[in-house]
């Protein structure tokens, strides 16, 4: 199975390292040095990791064969996708694959159907899961233990337990404010 473990950002100085997006939570694994990455648009790759290192909180790379600033800037915006076994999993029982989590189906603690996850939006500060409804509309849920209280991989489905209007309009707002 093939997913995408990052997106090339912009050059980085004038040796041909690049910036990451990283996409994946085991980058030590997936975008080491020698790993070999196929690429989206496919044209672009394969590309090999020649090193990678860390600064200011953002990961560089550099590719082999690219050793300037105009080669890594012919990079942006690539997608790098890893080979990944379908059977593999995480190393902690509290985390999932993206591919894990498409498709499952969304309900609510009480049984009601929400939808189903079309999409995992990988956020600075959290995971959404867009799910869509059955009337096709979407709604977006922050993929925190909170709200998702479970994940049953056997049987296909998430469990959630949503705030007052987070997947519907009948949200109770408190106001400081009198009624005229």
């Known amino acids: 199975m093939q997913l995408v473990v990052a997106r090339i950002g912009r050059a980085h100085g004038i040796k041909g390292e690049v910036n990451v997006e990283v996409r994946t939570d085991e980058p030590e694994l997936r ?48 997608l790098l996708i890893a080979d990944v076994d379908p059977d593999e999993l995480p190393e902690e029982d509290d985390e999932y694959y993206d591919h894990q989590l498409m498709d499952l189906d969304v309900v609510t603690k009480g049984g009601e159907e929400v939808g ?45 337990d949503p705030p007052p209007g987070l997947i519907d309009d009948r949200a109770e707002i408190d106001s400081s404010r009198e009624e005229s």
């Open 31 to 78: 975008l080491a040095p020698g790993a070999v990455l196929a690429t989206d648009p496919a044209s672009a790759g394969p590309l090999t990791i020649e090193t990678g290192r860390v600064h200011s909180g953002r990961l560089l790379l550099r590719f082999e064969g690219v050793r300037d600033r105009t080669g890594a800037e012919a990079l942006r915006n690539i």
């Open 116 to 160: 189903r996850i079309t999409e995992i939006s990988h956020l600075p500060s959290q995971d959404l899961f867009i799910v869509e409804r059955p009337d096709g509309s979407e709604v977006m849920i922050p993929f925190v233990e909170e709200i998702v209280t479970e994940i049953d991989l056997a049987e296909q489905k998430a469990v959630i």
